[in-house]
């Protein structure tokens, strides 16, 4: 049996979550006020590498690009997936970057790992850019088969491939699980309904054994991070940054605030009068809900 | 299909145990339990002893966490115990320290989620290295025979079927274990006792005045009297580091002839003026928000508040503590202990000027939660095994309870030691027979607790009586009891220890565990001895309703509890005895809603009954 060496792509991302956003007065995000934090689907993307960890004793890989401060989401990446080593690709060089532009980056930091990766993980997309490009150009940089919105997997090390379920949605026709059978490498980019499944006792014992073991790897995670710069990784700096980014933003325009349709009205409850006519209202609302 | 050696059912403080007795003898055992996390489900009064019995050996929890007295999450070490009779505002006080001491190491007040944690943290680390270890989040479903090799297969909602040699199940005082493969019925109401508490906050150094302790003591106050309601039971306070718990503990059997809500007796305790002044506790005032302001300006005005309120009681909890003013200190936010203060001033000062907070006296509480405690000398199991299942704890009805002696976490703990000691002499001789059961069987009926289980200890019915002593025999008329008559007249409790032994212990159990003795004595103590307190405010007492929105769930759509006779007496006896309310009649018809259960198996006699699924149900933050 051969071992199994993965991959997980991650971008630090806004924390969307309740009370951490800040905005500019013309709508835009404020990125200095805030907070920043694991993408939540590079999060699940962590899980399904965690899954490796666990069902095959894989040896789990987090990288990035992105400034210092990226490395608070390797970090939290590290204490799902017990990863063992920490990459943030980051440099001057490197801003302004579209998904084209990231994805080289991260093709040079794979193919430069120490071990030959047998799957490289991505989210389904960003919770800030929303495109989902990145996943797939760093998969046909490296000219791996890519499997979209992958559901689950298992890998037969033996014969080194890998069984993914996809989850295929399709506008006005039924959801479709398709099953697919690729040789390793692979590149998955993770569907945000991913779940791992750990069914038996010594799976369950190997997962209670494993995240003991992120929590104190991300409590030390620094041990763990190597950061490299544009010419530690030796990129073409013609395919990096800005320069290597074709993408124009033509345009920006606000959504414009929808306006709201129901309307509220305050009801004395003391009053039966009033009582009355919520009644009459729930008896039209009623009859309007039957399906002639 | 997957082999293990042994598996443990259930991790309360009698599994963890077992587990952990286990790894220390070399043996490899998995411990499987229902809570998405070790702790999550178990709820206890609670005093954790170490006990040094005369005659015969127990196993303390020190023995087998080898540092749990320098490492373990204790709240304080209980050095007084007191005993309240009351009566209106009046209250007599009885001082059982010496009761408490009797044949005890120690004795610390404990809360379960924290604690188990703790043990599950040692216990994982030994089973770990022998293959072995804990499974969160999973519920047993049923157990079968492998009929050539006698294993036990186990099935269960979320796993993959496996087999084991042995099973120690510590599945609690409702076990689903010793009910579906038939080693005991149902405890009865009989049987049993229905435990309400909740927590109430309160800053340690506060604690420490209030009950005139130092910060590494710790007091234990009991309640008998008026505060019963006329049930046969009492309530209970306990200091633990900055919060106390605050319960009621009542016979289920008392509670059905004379239906009462679990929270009214609790809400009963807490406003006995002696309680409401332990609990009180300076508290923010909300203003009344303005009707005519904007919507935005509301919520503005709501958020506020409501951040300053928690920034306040963070600040104010720590200030009132070492560690917390150490801990503040060591952030680096705030440069000493004047600085600390004078940061709480301003924001009292900011909340009461910028949003018109005021301050008041009331208490806070935290969590609410009810469990059933297996009273041990009526239902502890004669023999507690089923061909290789050994039963410990709760799930085997253990527990040592006689007037103020309260205990069950140590019982548990020496069960599960027991167990574990029988398990690996088994796995040594490969011999998982009947001789396993019987084995352990009779390790446990030598046990000094289980001794206590049959019979009444006469030292220590003395020290009651001697406390007992001061009380004056012609307060109290020749009617009210045997008991009394001991207590109060010296030529009796010279003879009461001889007499308690003639007539027997089944005989006195009615005696001591009558309506005169809960309630009807300590009454009238209270109103002729007793000295009256009067109480400063008016707790304001969180609804049922309220205390239910505040605990975590994680609901699970699919029922565990099926009402078998809507129509039936007792499930109507339901609709005031469910301590979290789930039960409602309409129509003459009992109907269930199982979302806010709390798991306590009240209402188990006549449902269909089971655990949540892994993961589901409550999840206290207490315990």
Redesign the interface.
Known sequence: MGTLNITVIIKLEPDFSEGNVSYNPDGTLNRAETKNTLGPHSGIAAHAAFFGRVMYDAKVFIVTMGPPIADLALQQAQQISDAEELHLYSDRLFAGADTLGTAEVLRVGIEKMPHKMDIVFSGHRASDGETGQTGPQTAWKLGFTFLGNVISYSVDLETRTIRAKRLISLQGSPNVVEEVEAPLPVFISIDPTYKSNYDAVSQRLAFEKYQKEAIQRAQNFKDYLKVFNAKELGVDETLVGLPGSPTIVYKVERVPKSTATRRAEVIDGTDPEQIRKVVTKMKEALSAMVIK | M?K?DVAVIGGGSAGLAALKQLSNLGKQA?LIEAGSKIGSKNLSGGILYSKKPKKGQVTNVEQVYENFLDDAPLERKITKYILHSTSKDKVYSMDLTAAHDYQANFGYSVLMNKLNSWFAKQA?ESA?KL?????PG?HVKSLSWNEQTGTIIIQTD???E?EVKAVIAADGVNSEIAEMVGARKKFTTEQLYQGVKVIVKLPEEIIDERFAISSDEGAAHLFAGDITLNHIGGGFLYTNRDTLSVGAVYHLDSLIRNPAEPYTLIDTLLKNPMVSEFIKDKVPIKPDIDKNLSQEEKLRIRFGVAKLIKTWYDIREANFSPSGRERLIESGKYKDVEDIQSTLLSIQEKMSEKFGVTFGTDYLEDEYGAKLVPDGKRCRMKKPFFKNILFIGDAAGRGVFVGPRIEGINVGIDDGVHAANAVARALDKNDFSNSLGEFYSKSIEHSPYTVDMKQIDKDYLKIFLDAAKDVPTDIIGVRYGTILKMMSSDTFRGIAIKFANIIGYDKLIPIIESEETYVKVPTILAEKLGKSISASYLPTIPPIADRIANLNYNDDNLAHIKVLNSSSEYMKKMVILCPSKCYSEEGGKVIIQHEGCIDCGTCSQETEWHHPRGEKGIHYQYG
Request: proline letters at 0%.
């Open positions: 997957e293990y998995i994982q770990e293959g072995g270890g804990i499974i999973v979320e796993l993959d496996f």
